[in-house]
């Protein structure tokens, strides 16, 4: 079982920079594959990034490609989202899921634990 807890989010402007974190229970956090998901008012839940339990492998949806960056700290149990020169159109509430397997996947039902998420909001 893992628990997770998302923080970070907040109200910024085009282009500007947010960081988002994720503090994971657990003792097995080394062995999860981790991912950020987002999910906009009137939308489905889409891949943003995820990576492997190592970091080794990194996977990230074309949208966000270039200006976000996922990291993981198997030492501290997290897992961080660094999402620069953020649009409009990055508005959502971000979640961070755990997926019990080693394959870096995209697809939300493929994860098995979700935070509750952490609304991040960008003005124009």
């Known amino acids: 079982q893992v628990q997770l807890v998302e923080s970070g989010g907040g109200l910024v402007q085009a282009g500007d920079s947010l960081r988002l974190s994720c503090a994971a229970s657990g003792r097995t956090f080394s062995t999860y594959t981790m991912g950020w998901f987002r999910q906009a008012p009137g939308k489905e839940r889409e891949f943003v990034a995820a990576?492997?339990?190592?970091?080794?492998?990194?996977s990230y949806a074309d949208s966000v490609k270039g200006r976000f960056t996922i990291s993981r700290d198997n030492a501290k149990n997290t897992v961080s989202l660094q999402m620069n020169s953020l649009k409009p159109e990055d508005t959502a509430v971000y979640h961070c899921?755990?997926?019990?397997?080693?394959?870096?996947?995209?697809?939300?039902?493929?994860?098995?634990?979700w935070g509750q998420g952490t609304q991040v909001t960008v003005s124009s």
């Open positions: 899921a755990a997926r019990n397997g080693r394959a870096v996947q995209t697809g939300p039902f493929q994860y098995d634990y």
């Open positions: 990576i492997s339990w190592s970091g080794g492998t990194t």
